[in-house]
Nanobody, 119 residues
Framework: EVQLVESGGGLVQPGGSLRLSCAAS????????MSWVRQAPGKGLEWVSI??????YYADSVKGRFTISRDNAKNTLYLQMNSLKPEDTAVYYC??????????????WGKGTQVNVSS
């Protein structure tokens, strides 16, 4: 079955960096668009970034600070987060879209990894 397992979260000071990873299995990873979505404490879900074969897109709140990437040989999705702010504190979820089209909906989610940005 499809499995998405996030890792790399933790506590970091404002201005610091973290790299999140998502290990994917149970499907042909290279054939699907992938996203990161986050949920801050007491808040709703916020889409962060998406990647397919040749395009990446970012929410305005993270553009210029975060970079999404993928290693298809390792079936792994990444989110490099730099210049972190307290408002980036959230649970970060790795998600799979239903095909390679970045405009189509997500159909599988990981369980999330916690990121805390605090001094």
């Amino acid at each position: 079955e499809v499995q998405l397992v996030e890792s790399g979260g933790g506590l970091v000071q404002p201005g610091g960096s973290l790299r999140l990873s998502c290990a994917a299995s149970g499907f042909t990873f290279s054939s699907y668009a992938m996203s990161w979505v986050r949920q801050a404490p007491g808040k709703g879900l916020e889409w962060v970034s998406i990647i397919n074969i040749g395009a990446t897109y970012y929410a305005d709140s993270v553009k210029g600070r975060f970079t999404i990437s993928r290693d298809n040989a390792k079936n792994t999705l990444y989110l490099q987060m730099n210049s972190l702010k307290p408002e980036d504190t959230a649970v970060y979820y790795c998600t799979k879209h239903r095909d390679s089209n970045i405009y189509n909906e997500m159909d599988y989610w990981g369980k999330g990894t916690q990121v805390n940005v605090s001094s």
